[in-house]
């Protein structure tokens, strides 16, 4: 057999010659441009004033701050007052990047969920399905919202006095307890299907203890209130923090738990409004499947757009808002109505796929825009400090780790999630079973990895008032007191690098 020949050159030596030459007359041109761009001037650094001023801030750099010195001994009297702050304001930085990851960690874990194709990309449904479940979310939510309103007011009354929430605590949580173990009605067989009776029983005792489990929440948060008001005031200033953070916590479960109701609620309703839906078109007729899906597709569209809409005049304020609200509804309710007779009923649609690109998207634009960008939109919103601070990292930290932990979701092993499958498991249970083992050593490591990055983003955001270290030096810097700021600086790249190691080590292990 003959040797395969090289593929021969199509060029002439002369036209290589050529593109070669045009190639590097490009890069010239190109390079030449950048240095105009970035005013390249290479005659003010060998000013002598300039390299004196240069020589004189490296000199301050190299004394830092550390200590107090005796002007007549030379001997050192102790910390200098920039060691303290420094100290200080270092807890204060690694502390608000610690927060910081915890949440975005916490809020980062459904988001990864959502955002991983292999999860959401075999979830498809029935069109009318879809729609009921856009239509039943806001109802739901109303319904969730209105239920927290009531209970968070009797939880309100009844701590009046904190002896009769304390009480009622005790009461709410051993009745709570009743209901998760005692079994109300015959036992279940396993073989087969639970009677109507006993699903009804089933629901109304979960129910129950949903709403129990909320009005404990809106318990604890009025007694905790009380509590830690006393214990700021107990304690003092040396461990007056402990009351505080007891004041906080409560008062973030007052402030959220209304909010965490409404979205269970527009959840579950979303849940059964898709159920439902989807057993009507595929049960009924292909006639009145299309009468169903064409209604309730009109439905879901108008209220698509009316949300969207009103959301957009919210933020422009135009002078005529029905252009952005009632006059679209009525366009997107018709539209909906002819596509909802026009495809087919039963045609399952990749909705799982939307909700992917939807979530990626987000997570690509939030992730796109840079923590001192936030810092300084929540500087506005909260006043300057380390809270401002904490908010951006956070927002910054669930953009980051959701596009981590979601295509750490994507690469796990298909061999369990098949396996919990074909047991007959809904999503959540092939989640919980198969997903979840396989991935909570990355996400460990990722979220310690986190709290990495986020000690040195914080360092930035201070420079806009986000609290931290990063605040004081910049003031330090704008001073021009460079010893001070020195001393910053060095223990800025101490504990980033202490934190580092530390990181690298963890993720070592776990991974």
């Not at 001070?484 to 600086?489: G, I, L, P, R």
């Amino acid at each position: 057999m003959t040797a395969l020949s090289e593929k021969p050159n199509s060029l002439s030596p002369a036209k290589r010659a050529l593109r070669t030459f045009l190639l590097v007359v490009f890069i010239f041109v190109v390079y030449a441009f950048a240095v105009e761009i970035t005013q390249v001037n290479l005659e003010t650094p060998t000013q002598p004033r300039r390299q004196e001023q240069l020589f004189n801030v490296l000199r301050a750099l190299a004394r830092p701050d550390f200590f107090l010195t005796d002007a007549a001994t030379g001997q050192i009297t102790g910390l200098s007052e920039t060691t303290k702050v420094t100290l200080e304001r270092m807890a204060e930085t690694i502390l608000m990047a610690l927060m910081a990851s915890t949440v975005g960690t916490i809020l980062a874990v459904p988001v990864s969920f959502l955002a991983a194709r292999n999860l959401m990309e075999p979830v498809t449904m029935p069109l009318a399905a879809i729609m009921a479940a856009i239509i039943a979310f806001p109802v739901g939510g109303w319904v969730a919202g209105q239920v927290a309103r009531v209970l968070f007011g009797y939880a309100a009354v009844v701590s009046a006095e904190p002896w009769s929430a304390l009480i009622a605590l005790i009461v709410v949580v051993f009745l709570l307890w009743l209901l998760l173990r005692v079994r109300i009605g015959g036992p279940m067989s396993a073989a087969t299907r639970p009677s109507r009776r006993e699903t009804v029983l089933l629901n109304l005792r979960l129910s129950a203890a949903v709403l129990l489990a909320f009005f404990a929440l809106g318990l604890i948060a009025e007694l905790g209130l009380v509590a830690g008001q006393w214990l700021e005031a107990a304690l003092g200033t040396g461990w007056g923090f402990i009351g505080n953070f007891v004041f906080v916590v409560a008062f973030f479960i007052r402030m959220a738990t209304p909010a965490v109701m409404w979205l269970l609620g527009g959840l579950v309703a979303m849940s059964w409004g898709s159920h439902y839906g989807q057993e009507a078109v595929l049960s009924w007729s292909r006639s009145a499947a299309r009468l169903v899906t064409a209604v309730l597709t009109a439905l879901g569209a108008a209220l698509f757009v009316f949300t969207i809409g009103s959301a957009l005049a919210w933020l422009y304020t135009p002078d005529r808002p029905e252009l952005w609200t009632t006059i679209p509804t009525i366009i997107a309710a018709g539209v909906g109505a002819v596509a909802g007779a026009w495809f087919d009923p039963k045609r399952p649609f990749p909705i799982g796929f939307i909700i992917y690109s939807v979530c990626r998207t987000l997570l690509n634009i939030l992730r796109s825009i840079e923590s001192l960008i936030l810092a300084i939109v929540f500087v506005i919103w909260v006043g300057i400090g380390p809270f401002a601070g904490f908010m951006a990292l956070t927002f910054h930290s669930i953009a980051a780790l959701g596009k981590l932990f979601s295509e750490q979701v994507e690469s796990i092993s298909d061999g369990p999630v098949e396996a919990i499958t074909a047991t007959g498991a809904n999503r959540i249970q092939v989640i919980a079973y198969a997903v979840i083992p396989q991935i909570i050593p990355p996400y460990i490591a990722f979220s310690f990895y986190r709290w990495d990055i986020n000690v040195r983003m914080s360092t930035v955001i201070g420079f806009v008032g986000g609290g931290g270290i990063g605040f004081v030096l910049s003031q330090n810097i704008q001073q021009l007191r460079y010893q001070q700021a020195s001393v910053m600086m060095l223990a800025i790249a101490l504990v980033v690098s202490l934190l580092d190691y530390a990181s690298s080590e963890i993720r070592s292990r776990v991974i």
